[in-house]
T-cell receptor, first 117, second 117 residues
């Protein structure tokens, strides 16, 4: 059983398009995250949600809009895709019913490789 | 702000030998966690080992152990009896303790480890 899953695994699209990446976790966790891994393999947090509430919003262009329909799902929608958005996007989750109780260990999904042409 | 530095972009080790990956970090926090994550060619981010800064005892997980030097802000990973399956990119990461869902992993730039047969 996959703990944290992402769809799609690969996404190739043209500049200017709008695309979404979906993430689901079946661990019963309350906190979910999006990280971006660039072409040099550097990983950086983008967003975190706790029980559908946005907690972390790093300096990310507002073309990126996360949405959490329920605590098991966190989707990432990207408008007007640019070449620089090409990266691997990782979803992660951790335990914690309340904001300050989120546990430290984060479990990652398999990543979505986005290529913008 | 916290920073994590991995000064070895690439390393190589013979199968069955021991290798140590270096990591240093900078923080003014006294309570935090340190992690090593492994990213094989499959791209999946896999937690290797975790260390709580308030614990003096070094963490171990089977063939993986750490040398945690809090005063020196050093957190190296030792892999004993290296196996071909250990070939991967290894990321050192820092996280403040407490803060719950505001927690974010701060990653180093990674060390690419190649295990040679």
């Amino acid at each position: 059983d996959t703990a944290v899953s992402q769809t799609p695994k690969y996404l190739v699209t043209q500049m200017g398009n709008d695309k979404s990446i979906k993430c689901e976790q079946n661990l019963g966790h309350d906190t979910m995250y999006w990280y971006k891994q660039d072409s040099k393999k550097f990983l950086k947090i983008m967003f975190s949600y706790n029980n559908k509430e946005l907690i972390i919003n790093e300096t990310v262009p507002n073309r990126f809009s996360p949405k959490s329909p329920d605590k098991a799902h966190l989707n990432l929608h990207i408008n007007s895709l640019e070449l620089g958005d090409s990266a691997v996007y990782f979803c992660a989750s951790s335990q914690g019913r309340m904001i300050r109780q989120a546990k430290e260990t984060q479990y990652f999904g398999p990543g979505t490789r986005l290529l913008v042409l | 702000a916290q920073t994590v530095t991995q000064s070895q972009p690439e390393m190589s080790v013979q199968e069955a030998e021991t290798v140590t990956l270096s990591c240093t970090y900078d923080t003014s926090e006294s309570n935090y966690y340190l992690f090593w994550y492994k990213q094989p060619p499959s791209r999946q981010m896999i937690l290797v080992i975790r260390q709580e800064a308030y614990k003096q005892q070094n963490a171990t997980e089977n063939r993986f152990s750490v040398n945690f030097q809090k005063a020196a802000k050093s957190f190296s990973l030792k892999i004993s009896d290296s196996q071909l399956g250990d070939t991967a990119m290894y990321f050192c990461a820092f996280m403040k303790r407490y803060g719950g869902a505001t927690n974010k992993l701060i990653f180093g730039t990674g060390t690419l480890l190649a295990v040679q047969p």
